[in-house]
């Protein structure tokens, strides 16, 4: 399955006839089961694009397409995993699973148990009958991850969804997600602001410009994995990476 | 616990000291009539304490769940949509600042006299706070409970159920507790509207009349008594069910 992005363009009105442009002209396709990292500076759009993608925001002008057919709207092949604040704190972490399960129709005891499934599967299964406050952040990020898995789609789309983790915990996060993605076999589109991190995850970049942001750079990673983030290799591929955005055509709005 | 026993040992020699028991009863005239509620010895035979309380709950119960019944939808309506809450926010504004007394001759005119000009006034009591609370409620609900809702595929049904109704519980449930207090003190005023013949805001006017100073107070602790317990009863269930609120980081 192919994820195609077409000429996609976003501009919020403000006052009067003026509009803010968000992202502009915004092309590229993603390969099945890739792992795609959207990097780019804080406020060029990126979360914009997911959002777009997502179907939560409609695009001023451009497409998406799965395997060349125009969606529109919330499609059920997608599940987006937010910042943050996204676990309802009412629900216990086995009902925050099932809660698309149960949107979806599915039975209420069948829906646990697919959800004690994927909570077992991000490693939290002794955890199924807690609140989201008795958790602490990254694992409250791993209960997103299986809700989000827990529908069962073939894209994930992933918005800094370790970017308010602490260092330590956000490591063991994107191992535990390429193992995930690795057993699962899903398409990731991944929005960071951090270059380690993307370098770390992704078989591909897409570097975005300052708003509005645009495509200025796609960098294949041809790393294998696991990633050594101390190794020689990495540093190098981390360094033309640097290099890269840190041209002119990166930097300038 | 200081405070209160001096008031206690200083009514008592005020008491003793004006030697009037209609301006101000014993203590000991009074006591009696809180240890036997049960009693109709003490009421001048208008039932005993805890009938004529029975009945006062009754009719605020009632008030205040029709108020309850209709702000909580509305409110979650106005909540959602901008343009419903633009159309019905100047009349709100205009009739919240009326108090609920004021509107007894109109109740007394629509409804006549008995339990539907009561239930009217309670209402209208009950129903501002309550409103403004859902409305708040649902205003403050987190955008991301909402878009991951719906990214996960709910419907507009799914989301009012699972996610709107649940995030804004512990603040309706605010809204409830102030407006129940609110409803607790308008029975006692509606109870005194004419045609009333018990109820513990009738018992204490009914007691004036006669000049039984020492039932008022009974009637009054009685009415203070049972405000204290229903808020407590309140706060206990938001303890018990919206900790997840406090909790939260």
């Keep these: 399955m192919t994820l195609t992005i077409r000429n996609l363009t976003k501009e919020f009105p403000i006052t009067g006839n003026q509009s803010i442009c968000a992202i502009s002209d915004i092309t590229f396709s993603v390969a099945d089961e890739e792992f795609v990292s959207v990097l780019g500076p804080s406020g060029c759009g990126k979360t914009t694009l997911l959002r777009i993608i997502a179907g939560l925001e409609p695009a001023t002008s451009g497409s998406i397409e799965i395997n060349g057919e125009i969606i529109s709207g919330r499609n059920p092949r997608m599940a987006m995993i937010f910042q943050e604040y996204s676990l309802y704190p009412w629900r216990t972490v086995r009902d925050n699973v099932t809660f698309g399960l149960e949107v979806g129709g599915m039975h209420k005891s069948r829906a646990r148990e697919v959800a004690m499934d994927y909570l077992r599967l991000v490693g939290l299964g002794d955890f199924a009958e807690r609140y989201p406050h008795e958790l602490s952040g990254g694992m409250r990020q791993r209960v997103a991850v299986a809700r989000a898995l827990a529908i069962e789609p073939q894209i994930l789309l992933m918005d800094e969804p370790f970017g308010s983790l602490d260092a330590q915990t956000r490591n063991n996060l994107q191992k535990e997600l390429l193992e995930i993605w690795e057993k699962a076999k899903k398409t990731i589109i991944f929005v960071t602001h951090s270059v380690d991190e993307a370098v770390y995850l992704a078989d591909r970049l897409i570097v975005l410009t300052p708003r509005p942001g645009r495509i200025c750079e796609v960098i294949p990673i041809h790393l294998s994995r696991p990633r050594e983030r101390t190794s020689v290799e990495f540093a190098q591929v981390r360094r033309l990476v640097l290099d890269l955005i840190a041209q002119p055509k990166c930097t300038l709005q | 616990m200081l405070l209160p026993v001096l008031l206690i040992v200083g009514w008592e020699v005020a008491a003793y000291l004006i030697d009037n028991p209609f301006i101000l009863p014993s203590l000991t005239t009074v006591i009696p009539i809180l240890l036997h509620p049960f009693s109709d010895e003490f009421t001048l035979g208008t039932g005993s304490l805890v009938d004529n309380a029975a009945v006062s709950l009754f009719r605020v119960g009632s008030g205040f769940a029709l108020a309850a019944f209709v702000a909580i939808p509305l409110g979650i309506v106005m909540g959602r949509s901008a343009i419903l809450n633009d159309f019905l926010d100047t009349a709100i504004e205009l009739l919240r600042p009326i108090p609920p007394l004021a509107w007894v001759p109109l109740a007394l005119a629509w409804f006549k006299i008995g339990l539907a000009s009561m239930v009217f006034i309670i209402f209208i009591g009950a129903f501002f706070p309550i409103l403004l609370n859902t409305i708040d409620g649902v205003k403050s609900i987190k955008r991301t409970w909402v878009e991951l809702a719906m990214t996960l595929g709910a419907r507009e049904a799914d989301i009012l159920g699972k996610v709107i109704l649940h995030g804004a519980a512990p603040t309706i449930w605010t809204g409830l507790r102030v407006g129940f207090g ?26 004036y009349n006669f000049g039984q100073t020492n039932v008022i107070i009974a009637g009054m602790v009685m009415i203070g008594v049972i405000g204290i317990v229903i808020d407590q009863i309140f706060k206990a269930g938001e303890r018990r069910w919206f900790s997840w609120r406090a909790l939260e980081r």
């Design chain 2, 182 to 207: 609110i409803a607790w003190m308008c029975v006692v005023a509606a109870e005194w509207l004419p045609g009333t013949t018990i109820g513990l805001g009738y018992l204490i006017l009914y007691a």
